[in-house]
């Protein structure tokens, strides 16, 4: 059964950070691409980022360029989000994707 948990949300001012973690269970994570995807109040799903197996190659959605980075430890089958220079505009739900799934979303507010 896969399985992916995140965790790490919560509320932070503007201009704060946050690091969002994922743990992967119930397939090959190693061999897998995970993503991010985000669903802001009242509008539709976005993606954010995306990590190939190896963790070689990254993508960003323009918005959160230079602000945030996709990493993950195949060792441990976790994929992380780290967010930096946060703006209210990142506030969301954010969901891990991967292994044909998608977490059950992780809340991440940024205000004054």
């Known amino acids: 059964q896969v399985q992916l948990v995140e965790s790490g949300g919560g509320k932070v001012q503007p201009g704060g950070s946050l690091i969002l973690s994922c743990a992967a269970s119930?397939?090959?994570?190693?061999?897998?691409?995970m993503g991010w995807v985000r669903q802001a109040p009242e509008k539709g799903l976005e993606w954010v980022s995306t990590?190939?197996?190896?963790?070689?190659?990254?993508k960003y959605l323009d918005a959160v360029k230079g602000r945030f980075t996709v990493s993950r430890d195949n060792a441990k089958n976790t994929v992380y989000l780290q967010m930096s220079s946060l703006k209210p505009d990142d506030t969301a739900v954010y969901y891990c994707t991967g292994g044909g799934a998608w977490g059950q979303g992780t809340q991440v507010t940024v205000s004054s």
């Open positions: 119930g397939f090959t994570f190693s061999s897998s691409t």
């Open positions: 990590i190939t197996a190896g963790g070689r190659t990254t």
